[in-house]
């Protein structure tokens, strides 16, 4: 290609990223008793910000405002709206979730900061759901006190995944930064649980999916996968356990016929303590702290936490409600900074992996006549 060729597919590019509407990023404040406000006031408070997305926050401008004042923050300029149609795109826009007779309490846990929580939660997965907003971005919440009749989950991805899921798409968890991305067969089960949910046909399936994320959620093509495995020394050929022999290859053995690049099992010990993890796309653990000890010790404050298998895009910061720190300022905004570049970016490699799937080559149909072979194109239409 020539010099003006390449200038004119830089302008050609240049050209579809300006003229795309500007994404809407809804924002959940999360437990107001924790860092959630912080986070967002942080992340909020470059104006560049708002050139790149509108945010819509679900939650309270009082709370908002007495975490910029406790924690000694630039106040941000809130645009209070009662829907999220009504959103303006230069400005960072509120709906008030909760009364504003909420009480708040830095660093401690209580019912109410729990219902306030999922009060944003549930409005925000409404617009999510209904398209009012293009991706979800998360606070933390605390686990326990959000806990009531209408949220009996342990997290945020099994909440989602019953909400969003329609009891067909399962939610996988994703912890990633711009090294390592890391998948989880088991999300927040306990120890004692694990080895009976790693069977063949779970661990079959957590493949695929991871798969199929990263191609169409992170772009990337034929992507290597590793396993890991769920005993010590991947098992010892049976001397520690028999979940290497029995479920684990032979579902990569399966996957691998798929024609999915999958590897291992392998030892995590000795996996992550090589930093063989760098030769992968991505990384699939059998549990918890298995995948997220190492990825969070790799991440510091970067990491970010991803929703997949859903056909709704939702992020969230890798950490936790930080009550030991809460409205002391303290709280790092990058991690819920990342996660909002995240949302954005998986909503884009979405519509373009969309739209370079669709209907790749024209179907020609050929109607044979007596005289004559005439090739109808029935994809154009009269208009």
């Known amino acids: 290609m020539g010099c003006w060729g390449k200038m004119l597919k830089f302008a050609v590019n240049i050209h579809k990223i300006m003229s795309e509407r500007k994404l809407k990023i809804g924002i959940t404040h999360g437990d107001t008793n924790g860092v959630g406000y912080e986070v967002i006031i942080k992340a909020l408070e470059n104006p560049a910000m708002t050139d790149l997305f509108t945010p819509v926050i679900y939650g309270s401008a009082k709370a908002a405002a007495y975490y910029a004042k406790t924690a000694k923050l630039t106040p941000?300029?809130?645009?209070?709206?009662?829907?999220?149609?009504?959103?303006?795109?230069?400005?960072?826009?509120?709906?008030?979730?909760?009364?504003?007779?909420?009480?708040?309490?830095?660093?401690?846990?209580?019912?109410?900061?729990?219902?306030?929580?999922?009060?944003?939660?549930?409005?925000?997965?409404?617009?999510?759901?209904?398209?009012?907003?293009d991706a979800l971005v998360t606070a933390p919440i605390n686990k326990h006190s959000i806990q009531s009749d209408h949220f009996p989950f342990p997290g945020h991805t099994e909440y989602l995944e019953s909400s969003l899921g329609d009891g067909e798409k399962h939610a996988l968890m994703?912890?990633?930064?711009?090294?390592?991305?890391?998948?989880?067969?088991?999300?927040?089960?306990?120890?004692?649980?694990?080895?009976?949910?790693?069977?063949?046909?779970?661990?079959?399936?957590?493949?695929?999916?991871?798969?199929?994320?990263?191609?169409?959620?992170?772009?990337?093509?034929?992507?290597?996968?590793?396993?890991?495995?769920?005993?010590?020394?991947?098992?010892?050929?049976?001397?520690?356990?028999?979940?290497?022999?029995?479920?684990?290859?032979?579902?990569?053995?399966?996957?691998?016929?798929?024609?999915?690049?999958?590897?291992?099992?392998y030892a995590a010990d000795g996996f992550w303590g090589s930093g063989m993890f760098g030769k992968f796309d991505g990384v699939l653990a059998m549990y918890h702290d298995q995948g997220l000890a190492p990825f969070k010790t790799l991440a510091m404050n970067a990491g970010v936490n991803f929703t997949a298998g859903l056909d709704y895009v939702r992020t969230?910061?890798?950490?936790?409600?930080?009550?030991?720190?809460?409205?002391?300022?303290?709280?790092?905004?990058?991690?819920?900074?990342?996660?909002?570049?995240?949302?954005?970016?998986?909503?884009?490699?979405?519509?373009?992996?969309?739209?370079?799937?669709?209907?790749?080559l024209k179907k020609h149909y050929v109607e044979k006549n007596k005289k004559d072979n005439v090739v109808l194109d029935l994809t154009k239409s009269d208009d």
Do not use: W
Not at 179 to 188: C, E
Not at 196 to 219: Q, W
């Open 316 to 360: 969230s910061p890798d950490h936790g409600t930080g009550y030991d720190i809460a409205g002391s300022g303290k709280a790092s905004e990058e991690s819920f900074r990342q996660a909002i570049y995240t949302a954005i970016d998986v909503v884009r490699n979405r519509r373009r992996h969309e739209e370079a799937t669709r209907n790749p």
């Open 174 to 265: 994703i912890l990633c930064n711009d090294t390592v991305r890391v998948a989880l067969v088991t999300i927040h089960e306990p120890i004692s649980k694990v080895a009976t949910m790693v069977t063949r046909e779970n661990v079959l399936r957590k493949i695929e999916e991871f798969n199929a994320s990263l191609t169409r959620d992170f772009g990337i093509g034929h992507p290597r996968i590793a396993v890991l495995a769920l005993n010590p020394h991947s098992g010892e050929e049976g001397m520690i356990g028999t979940e290497e022999q029995q479920e684990i290859t032979p579902a990569i053995e399966e996957a691998r016929g798929k024609k999915i690049n999958c590897f291992g099992p």
């Open 76 to 133: 941000l300029n809130l645009t209070q709206i009662a829907d999220a149609a009504q959103a303006k795109g230069d400005h960072i826009n509120i709906i008030n979730v909760v009364d504003e007779s909420l009480k708040i309490e830095p660093g401690q846990e209580s019912e109410e900061a729990g219902k306030a929580a999922f009060a944003a939660l549930e409005r925000a997965v409404t617009d999510l759901r209904s398209g009012a907003i």
